[in-house]
Every structure is written in C-alpha cells, then in structure tokens.
C-alpha cells in the first residue's frame, strides 16, 4: 500500500495534546470520585493505565482514531492496509517506550525530526509497528 496524505508534526502534537488532557480530566474526575481530591497522588495513579488503554484499544475499535486525533482530523493506519490491532497498537506504544527510554528520550527528538523532514512523515514508533498517520478518513466497506 501507498502512503498518502501524511499528517505533519504540528498537527500530530495538537492530536497527542487532546489526548493528554481527555485522559488526566478523566483519571481526575475518577479520582475525585473515589477519594474526594482531584489528584490524590499518594491512593490513585490510573493515568499511566488509562493512557495505555485508551491509546491502544480506542483506535482498535475506531478505525486508528482517538479523541484527540479525531478532534485534529487525522488517524493511525497500518502502511499494508489492514485495520489496526491490539497488538500493532502495544507494538507502537510500548516498544516506542521501551526505544526512547533506551536513548534516554533522545529517540523522541529523533523521531520529531523524522516527522518533520521525512516525506511519509513517519517516526520510530510507526516503524517498529509498521504504521503511518494520515489525514485520509477510513474507506467505506
């Protein structure tokens, strides 16, 4: 499959912004519910997993988007035109944090400059789980 219309680095930041805040106003709100406080940090750490969770079972189930990549307008494929999975989402994240932890975060600016000069626009993350983000919404079956 071609890679068309990738999205670009200013709007894939503005997608991964959304999403930082739909999950900690989530956790938030869960933790004021359960403890009283908006962040109780020393009962309740749920960002970490409801982050892992809503990053790799929404796009499963909503054709690559999540909130805030469908708020930016853009999607996660997977550049041989199958339907992203379970495990091509855990692939892309937990191996991208397993890359960057190993380079001691500079794999991250590694890969914002991939996204910002390559022309397929794509960063460590979607080589390892052979994906791409694009514009393209998905095709009706």
């Known amino acids: ?6 999205a670009g680095f200013q ?14 106003a ?9 403890y009283g406080d908006f962040y109780n940090t020393g009962n309740f750490r749920p960002v970490n997993l409801l ?4 990053a790799s079972l929404l ?5 690559g988007y999540t909130l805030g990549r469908r708020m930016a307008g853009n999607r996660i494929v997977r550049v041989d035109g199958e339907k992203v999975g379970l495990g091509t989402m855990l692939l892309r994240i937990i191996g991208a ?3 960057y932890t190993i380079t001691l ?5 590694i890969s914002a400059f991939m996204i910002g000069i390559r022309e397929d626009k794509r960063a460590i993350h979607d080589f390892l789980a052979g994906t791409y983000v694009t ?5 009706k079956q």
């Open 1 to 6: 499959m071609e890679i068309t219309n990738p």
């Open 11 to 24: 709007n894939r930041f503005l997608a991964r912004i959304l999403d930082l805040i739909i999950i900690y």
């Open 26 to 34: 989530v956790s938030g709100f869960l933790s004021m519910l359960l």
């Open 51 to 54: 982050g892992l969770l809503y």
């Open 59 to 63: 796009p499963v189930v909503w054709y």
């Open 97 to 99: 944090g397993i890359a």
């Open 105 to 109: 975060g500079i794999g991250v600016i």
């Open 135 to 139: 514009y393209d919404p998905p095709e």
